[in-house]
């Protein structure tokens, strides 16, 4: 018999998927010849522009990723412990009688819908670009000016899918009829460390948006010049249509 709590089961696998494409680098790591030549800066400048992003990479997949699918793993464990007699798993997981609550709220599926759209734009950004979509700041060999896809609407949609899947991991995992709210997990070290990568992450990403979408934008016209130039006329905005 279906519970509450199992209902939830599809939309947490379905959102560690689109969680999945949307933190995974659709292709390897650039040359250093194909990153030199995407700036000019120099000291603070050139470290921010070419290696804080890589290591933004690195952290991303080892710190953010593994605890978002730890999170998930935990969830689905607690869910399993209600149907069944596991009570040392349950002991440890679903320790608190507000487990039973863990079900499909409005919080959960915003969230999960954000992680969805995050993932599918994202997923968009991959095919369009092709292999000129890279983590680092880069002009590839016989490298092009993208305008189709969701380049038509805003010229950094890659950025704005991110903020969405960041935005529902919060949701999914903090909100009510969450493992972490019912069970008591955001009061364990291992609520705490997830809060603390998110938000860490969160913030990163704000200073990417701020700082090296001008930086892509600078690139990209020195590289293309009136091409760029017509293409942001038509296309004004950087994230969000008639917002920013």
Same mark, same amino acid.
């Given at each position: 018999?279906?519970?509450?709590?199992?209902?939830?089961?599809?939309?947490?696998?379905?959102?560690?998927?689109?969680?999945?494409? #949307?933190? $995974?680098?659709?292709?390897?790591?650039?040359?250093?010849?194909?990153?030199?030549?995407?700036?000019?800066?120099?000291?603070?400048?050139?470290?921010?522009?070419?290696?804080?992003?890589?290591?933004?990479?690195?952290?991303?997949?080892?710190?953010?990723?593994?605890?978002?699918?730890?999170?998930?793993?935990?969830?689905?464990?607690?869910?399993?412990? =209600?149907?069944?007699?596991?009570?040392?798993?349950?002991?440890?997981?679903?320790?608190?009688?507000?487990?039973?609550?863990?079900?499909?709220?409005?919080?959960?599926?915003?969230?999960?819908?954000?992680?969805?759209?995050?993932?599918?734009?994202?997923?968009?950004?991959?095919?369009?670009?092709?292999?000129?979509?890279?983590?680092?700041?880069?002009?590839?060999?016989?490298?092009?000016?993208?305008?189709?896809?969701?380049?038509?609407?805003?010229?950094?949609?890659?950025?704005?899918?991110?903020?969405?899947? =960041?935005?529902?991991?919060?949701? =999914?995992?903090?909100?009510?009829?969450?493992?972490?709210?019912?069970?008591?997990?955001?009061?364990?070290?291992?609520?705490?460390?997830? #809060?603390?990568?998110?938000?860490?992450?969160?913030?990163?990403?704000?200073? =990417?948006?701020?700082?090296? $979408?001008?930086?892509?934008?600078?690139?990209?016209?020195?590289?293309?010049?009136?091409?760029?130039?017509?293409?942001?006329?038509?296309?004004?905005?950087?994230?969000?249509?008639?917002?920013?």
């Amino acid at each position: 018999m279906l519970t509450a709590p199992m209902l939830k089961i599809p939309f947490i696998l379905s959102a560690a998927l689109a969680f999945h494409v #949307a933190s $995974t680098s659709p292709n390897p790591t650039p040359s250093p010849k194909e990153m030199q030549r995407a700036t000019s800066e120099q000291g603070w400048g050139k470290v921010v522009m070419r290696w804080v992003p890589l290591a933004y990479k690195v952290g991303f997949s080892a710190g953010f990723s593994m605890s978002f699918w730890m999170a998930c793993i935990y969830e689905l464990v607690a869910i399993a412990t =209600l149907q069944t007699s596991w009570s040392t798993v349950a002991d440890l997981l679903s320790p608190m009688p507000t487990c039973s609550n863990m079900t499909i709220t409005s919080g959960f599926l915003t969230g999960w819908f954000f992680i969805l759209a995050g993932g599918f734009s994202r997923y968009w950004c991959y095919r369009t670009l092709g292999r000129h979509f890279t983590f680092e700041l880069t002009i590839r060999d016989g490298h092009q000016l993208v305008t189709s896809g969701p380049y038509t609407y805003v010229r950094h949609p890659s950025y704005t899918g991110m903020f969405f899947a =960041l935005a529902g991991t919060f949701l =999914l995992h903090f909100s009510a009829g969450s493992w972490m709210t019912e069970c008591g997990g955001a009061k364990t070290w291992f609520g705490h460390t997830c #809060a603390g990568i998110w938000g860490v992450n969160a913030a990163f990403l704000s200073f =990417l948006v701020i700082y090296r $979408t001008g930086k892509e934008d600078e690139m990209l016209r020195a590289q293309f010049g009136r091409k760029w130039d017509e293409w942001a006329e038509r296309v004004s905005y950087r994230l969000v249509p008639y917002i920013y």
